[in-house]
């Protein structure tokens, strides 16, 4: 029986995951659930799958829930967050809580010895190092959520790292693939939340229409398969039925295929290395007659680029990359600077970063903060 701790059970891969748990009700028990804010899912999902704790991470809504549920057990704030990710009963953490707020309780959750389903893009891409280098001292798995890397970890299937040639992670290339650069200037938030094949928060979302998504699922690749950089690329699959491709270096390439749906991913992680019935129909290649493939645009997407530049440099510059991007599209959400401000006020910031090595959380979480106080600083 797996005993999962949802972090991050009110997002959409949070309530994905809650999905694959209710098909697989006899082998998966929920045995806690966390969330930010959004106490009226929780208390829907606490009726549902009576989990033995909840951690709600804003004190006040904690408060509010506990009156709501007197008879679960209620943490609240970053304490509460690890209780959930840590506690006795659970052997296999998902990892979804977006932004750096997950990082501490999914390192917290290693350090307990629980196996991670890893959905949060943070917790690699600001700490890699530290983090992997903790797995493979407490001797644990971290399993890819994305559907990307799930990809690529299904084709890879244990072979030796010497015979991989390039891992190749695809993308739909966003609303915006075949904008011009002056299109690019006067594009909406309203289009930039419509992405072509995938359903997924308004934050990840944009990060798909500057490409700045795929930049970080390289830098995740290269963390999780302990692959080089310059052994990663990507390829824009308008289509995204290929969710990414590994060439061998006997000119094989092996592929994973499928409707573009997380339930996959995420079943394939919690249920490893078991594969079991899913959710999803067959699929139909009648259905997709053409495959298209393109190489991306950095001069019109150059946070790709960015992207690659920071895992070059190392240390805190992925960490600080990550946190000003997040600044900086939550104030193109608020539609305070425009979508094509973000790649740019970006650079500047990164050209500025003096960067310093990466030896704990603390150094993490440090770099996080001085992103986040000098991007509102240039902003105002």
């Not at 008879?71 to 296999?92: K, P, R, W």
């Not at 307990?112 to 949060?120: D, R, S, V, Y």
């Not at 019935?277 to 680029?305: A, H």
Request: hydrophobic share 40%; with cysteine.
């Amino acid at each position: 029986m797996k005993k999962i701790a949802v972090l991050g059970s009110t997002g959409s891969i949070g309530e994905s995951t809650l999905k694959v748990a209710r098909h697989l009700k006899d082998r998966i028990q929920v045995t806690t659930l966390a969330a930010n804010t959004n106490i009226d899912k929780l208390e829907a999902q606490a009726n549902e799958f009576h989990p033995q704790l909840i951690a709600v991470y804003d004190e006040k809504q904690a408060a509010i829930l506990r009156k709501r549920l007197p008879h679960i057990q209620i943490e609240s704030g970053l304490q509460g967050l690890i209780a959930a990710a840590t506690h006795s009963d659970v052997n296999f953490v998902v990892s979804a809580m977006s932004g750096t707020i997950g990082i501490t309780p999914t390192i917290a959750a290693i350090k307990a010895g629980k196996n991670i389903g890893l959905a949060n893009k943070e917790v690699l891409v600001a700490g890699g190092a530290l983090v992997m280098s903790l797995a493979r001292k407490h001797n644990i798995q971290i399993l890819p959520i994305d559907s990307e890397h799930s990809a690529l970890f299904q084709c890879l299937d244990k072979q030796p790292k010497q015979s991989v040639r390039k891992l190749i992670l695809t993308a739909s290339g966003g609303p915006f693939r075949d904008h011009t650069l002056e299109q690019l200037k006067n594009v909406s938030l309203d289009e930039a939340l419509r992405h072509p094949t995938w359903t997924m928060g308004a934050k990840v979302t944009i990060d798909s229409s500057t490409l700045m998504n795929k930049g970080l699922e390289v830098i995740e690749a290269h963390w999780l398969f302990d692959i080089p950089l310059s052994q990663i690329s990507v390829v824009v699959h308008p289509q995204s039925i290929i969710h990414s491709m590994v060439e061998f270096v006997d000119n094989s390439l092996l592929a994973q295929l499928g409707e573009s749906n997380m339930i996959t991913p995420i079943q394939y992680a919690i249920m490893y290395p078991e594969r079991v019935p899913g959710l999803l129909q067959p699929f139909d290649f009648t259905k997709y007659p053409t495959l298209q493939f393109f190489v991306p645009n950095t001069d019109k997407f150059p946070c790709l680029r960015l992207a690659y530049e920071a895992a070059k440099v190392g240390g805190t510059m992925p960490c600080y990359m990550n946190a000003a991007n997040e600044i900086l599209v939550e104030h193109f959400r608020q539609k305070k600077i425009s979508w094509f401000d973000m790649a740019g006020k970006l650079e500047t910031l990164m050209e500025k970063h003096q960067v310093s090595p990466i030896h704990s959380l603390d150094d993490v979480l440090q770099a996080d903060s001085e992103a986040r106080r000098q991007t509102i600083d240039i902003l105002n």
